[in-house]
Structure formats: C-alpha cells, structure tokens
C-alpha cells in the first residue's frame, strides 16, 4: 500500500523535534550538530532571536492579504535588496523553483517585446539544478530529473561545466539568456571560477544575450558576499534567489535590472502568496541580520576556520576525502570512500552533513555557527571517517 505522504523522498532515520542555533535534537533526545542547515535555508540557524520575533510580531498582526493590495512588509524587503545589489526591482515567490519559471519567463519576454521572438533559447550547463518544475527539469536536463516527464519545455541547449570553446560554438541568434549557478550546489559544490563568471558577462554582453545567475543556494551571505557574483565584480541582469532568504520560511525572489524586467507588465505573472506580510517580515529580519560588514566578515573568518580544519581532516584520512572545494560557508569534500557513507556515519556521530552529486558531501552550517561548534564538527567528523575506514 503507497504511503500516505508520497513517497519521493529517501528520508533518514531521524525526527527532529526541536532546533536551537547550530543544534537539532531528535525525538529520542541526541543533539546533532547541523551542517547541512535544511540545504542551506536555516542561514541563521534554528530558532534564530530575531526571526522569532519578525514571524511572531507579524503574526499577531497580519498573516496573508493579497497582491490584489499594497503589502508594506514586500515593499520594504524589495527595497532592501534593490539598495543592497544591482537589481532595480524584485518579484517575490514562495520557492527556488518558482524563481526559476519567472526568470525564464522574463528573459523571453524581454527579447519578444524588443521586437525578437526568435530568442527563446536558454544556454544552461551539465550538473546544475533550477527546481523541479517544468522549467527546472527541463533547464537542468538531467536523465535523473526528466526520464519519464515528457514532453519537455523546448529551447534549453545544455553545455559541460567550463567547456568555454562549447559555450562560444553553441551562441546563436536565438539565444536569449546563459543560466548558470555561480556555486553549483547539488551538482558537487562546484564554483565557477571568477573569471569564467567575468568571461560569462563579457561573452553575455559581446552577442546580446542576458546572464541569468541562479543564487538559490549560493546567495544570501552564503559565500562571505550577499551574494556570490560580487565575488566576480561583475552583474547579472536577472537573479534568482530563495533558501537563505527566507530563513526557513518559504519564500523566494526574481531580481532584475530595469531593462530585464521591462517585458514583465502588469498582468504578465503573479502569485498567491509570493511576497506575503509573514515571508517578507521573516526575509526583511534575514537581510538586516545579515547585509552588514561585520556578520560578513565573520563568515568569512569562520569560513578560513572551517576551510583549514577540513585541511586536516582530509590529511589525517586521505583514503576517505580527496579535497575540498567551495566558497564561504559552501563547503564541499569530494569523498573516495562513498559520499553516501560518509553521511550515515556522521549520523552516527551526530553531525548533519547532505550529500551531492559527484560523491561529495555538503557542509552547509548555518551562518551564525561559532568557532566551538566548528572545531566540535571537525571533531565529529573525523569520528565519522575513522569509522568508515575500519569498516
Ligand atoms: C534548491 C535549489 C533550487 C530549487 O529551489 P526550491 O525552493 O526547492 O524550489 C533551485 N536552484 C538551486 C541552485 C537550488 O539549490
């Protein structure tokens, strides 16, 4: 008989029933420490003070109305982002997901009211993840994602992770936009090398085409910037952002230049709850929580801590671990021993980690984690290694 909740998930054997900063504690009492911080949404940990409060205080005062009316608490968000990134202008949703169908949406539009209906073509790259919808499989293209779901949205050519020789051959005119994760997250924690992104934009701006940058995961202080193309120095015209922002409330964003959004008019797209008083009081306590130099900063040094700690792991078991790769608080270690291993063991021993694709394991801690609860995860760690390597 089929669960009563379906079942696509591969679920581990753990209930939490309560979280507290860095910490999860399950049903049965054990306290894990969380490095995988709900793939990267609880950015301020669990039960962080100042999201408590936002959610509570809007609670008691207004949960859901309508964009059929003004919502200040979506007004307020959008122009902290607007003032804290290139964009000029924000449409909120309630998922990565839905962030991903908008953007698409919108580079279409943009090149049909300019008066090009032939630029429909979206250039996305092997190993990245939009979402699963429609749009998302299909922009991901992955056999594990679309086997069975055709027909496929059309116009998305797929290209290899840093094939630049691939990417110029494969421009033509109907190539409206190049979608790429500046991190790739559940592709292995893969970063597009600084200057890939910078030859990106130029390549972008040489042919007409707009670079849309899927920051779902890597966005939202992750990688020690508010989002991590400004580690580039460069711009993207339209942006996807969700998980952090939200801090473990649904909510996601479409950021866009002026000229980006231009085709999306009144009428073009909405949404139920995108934008709601309650995500977007939770998502204005996120941004001031985390848009100041000093609580980058710290993510960057704790960032350096993490970094060289995994250095000595990875040291002191070279037939578990291969390397670490990744940016800020986007830790990957590309495993030998098997990546999924690698995560029961430290079940085990009581630290979350998420495994990825090419057989490596995540650490996405919340952003808030101390140096204590670093050298104790290291230390968890390295328990959970020994233990794959006697086995
Ligand atoms: C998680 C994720 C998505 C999808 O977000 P959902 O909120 O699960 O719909 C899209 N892109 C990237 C890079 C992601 O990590």
């Not at 902290?80 to 924000?90: E, G, N, Q, S």
């Not at 991190?183 to 597009?192: C, D, F, H, T």
């Not at 707009?210 to 580039?232: M, N, P, S, Y």
């Amino acid at each position: 008989m089929i669960a009563s909740v379906l079942p696509t998930y591969s679920r581990a054997p753990m209930t939490f029933v309560k979280g507290s900063g860095s910490w999860l504690i399950e049903e049965d009492g054990r306290r894990f420490l969380d490095l995988g911080a709900g793939i990267a949404v609880n950015a301020l940990g669990h039960a962080h003070p100042a999201l408590v409060q936002a959610i509570t205080d809007q609670a008691q005062t207004l949960w859901h109305t309508s964009n059929l009316y003004h919502i200040p608490q979506q007004q307020m968000l959008a122009d902290k982002l607007v003032d804290a990134t290139f964009a000029d202008t924000v449409f909120f949703t309630n998922s990565g997901t839905e962030a991903c169908e908008l953007a698409v949406k919108m580079a279409r539009k943009y090149w049909y009211e300019k008066g090009h209906p032939e630029k429909v073509d979206i250039i996305t790259f092997d190993g990245s993840f939009h979402g699963r919808s429609a749009a998302g499989i299909a922009a991901a293209g992955s056999e594990k994602m679309t086997k069975g779901f055709g027909p496929l949205l059309g116009g998305f050519t797929h290209l290899t992770f840093g094939d630049h020789d691939a990417l110029t051959a494969a421009i033509t005119e109907n190539t409206a936009a190049i979608l790429v994760e500046p991190v790739q997250g559940e592709g292995g924690i893969r970063p597009l090398p600084d200057q890939c992104l910078k030859g990106l934009r130029d390549l972008c701006d040489a042919h007409d085409i707009l670079l849309v940058l899927d920051e779902v995961q890597c966005g939202v202080g992750r990688t020690g910037k508010l989002f991590a193309h400004e580690w580039a120095g460069i711009e993207p015209d339209i942006m996807m952002v969700a998980k952090g922002i939200g801090g473990g409330f649904p909510l996601g964003a479409v950021l866009a230049t002026e000229d980006a959004a231009s085709g999306m008019t009144t009428g073009t797209h909405g949404s139920t709850y995108g934008g709601n008083p309650l995500g977007c009081a939770v998502g204005c306590a996120v941004m001031d929580t985390i848009n100041t130099p000093e609580f980058l900063g710290e993510v960057n040094r704790k960032a350096g801590l993490l970094r060289q700690r995994l250095e000595g792991l990875i040291a002191a078991h070279p037939d578990v671990f291969e390397c670490v790769r990744g940016s800020g608080l986007m830790l990957g270690l590309k495993c030998k021993a098997s990546n999924i291993d690698i995560v029961n063991a430290g079940y085990a021993a009581e630290v979350i980690t998420v495994p990825a694709a090419d057989n490596v394991i995540r650490l996405l801690p919340p952003l808030t984690i101390t140096d204590d609860e670093i050298n104790e995860a290291v230390f968890r760690l390295d328990a959970a290694a020994t233990a794959i390597a006697v086995t």
